[in-house]
């Protein structure tokens, strides 16, 4: 079976500190795939990445890296210099081929000024 | 990216009531939509999943009966939620993937709040 862990449940830093949500999974699949979304209060969900288990290169997309490791099963998403806007609830996700999306529990994280 | 609709976004209702909530995908042919259910501070939770013109597949533990899901087109699936009672008051997501792309892409809705008094 498949499962998501996402070990911090809420996470509170100072505006413009570094901030890293852990997200470590299980699968039996060789082939997956791993997300993270964020869910500002507003509730939709805001797709951020996804990538698959072939590609353990780290990413970077402006202020957000990942840090994907296979060795450890973790797909860890850090934000750099954080905002207010930054503050939302992220769910990192995995799925396999012919797998029903599996998500975390989430971790709420509070950018306060 | 692909675009996927909810409507409506929130929905207030009395106790006993049926409530539709539509799920729309506006730039692609959906074969495979998906309907969660997240309470609060919860994470989602898969409900049931539709391919078009096929009856649904539920998770354990969700009542068919109670939640009825037609996928009736390409573009279309609704979720109604059956003499809806306070405990059925959630936030309900759809989600939205093509031909042999749900495992590894799904688009999601905004979702829908339903509030039952």
């Known amino acids: 079976a498949q499962k998501v862990t996402q070990a911090q449940t809420e996470i509170s830093v100072v505006e413009k500190e570094d901030v890293t949500l852990d997200c470590v999974y299980e699968?039996?699949?060789?082939?997956?795939?791993l997300f993270w979304y964020k869910q500002p209060p507003s509730g939709e969900l805001v797709f951020l990445i996804r990538?698959?288990?072939?590609?353990?290169q780290n990413e970077i997309s402006g202020r957000y890296s990942w840090n994907f490791q296979k060795s450890t099963s973790s797909f860890n998403f850090t934000i750099t210099a954080s905002q207010v806007v930054d503050s939302a609830v992220y769910f990192c996700a995995l799925t396999g081929y012919g797998q029903n999306f599996v998500f975390g529990p989430g971790t709420r994280l509070s950018v306060l000024p | 990216g692909a675009v996927v609709s909810q409507h409506p976004s929130r929905v207030i209702c009395k106790s006993g009531t049926s409530v539709k909530i539509e799920c729309r995908s506006l730039?692609?042919?959906?074969?495979?939509m998906f309907w969660y259910r997240q309470f609060p501070k919860k994470s989602l939770m898969l409900m049931a999943t539709s391919n078009e013109g096929s009856k649904a597949t539920y998770e354990q533990g969700v009542e068919k009966d109670k939640f009825l899901i037609n996928h009736a087109s390409l573009t279309l699936s609704t979720l109604t939620v059956t003499s809806a009672h306070p405990e059925d008051s959630s936030f309900y997501i759809c989600?939205?993937?093509?031909?042999?792309?749900?495992?590894?892409?799904?688009?999601f809705g905004p979702g829908t709040r339903l509030t039952v008094l």
């Open positions: 730039d692609f042919q959906a074969t495979t």
């Open positions: 990538r698959n288990s072939f590609d353990e």
């Open positions: 989600s939205a993937a093509g031909r042999g792309d749900s495992y590894n892409e799904q688009f």
């Open positions: 699968t039996r699949d060789t082939t997956y795939y």
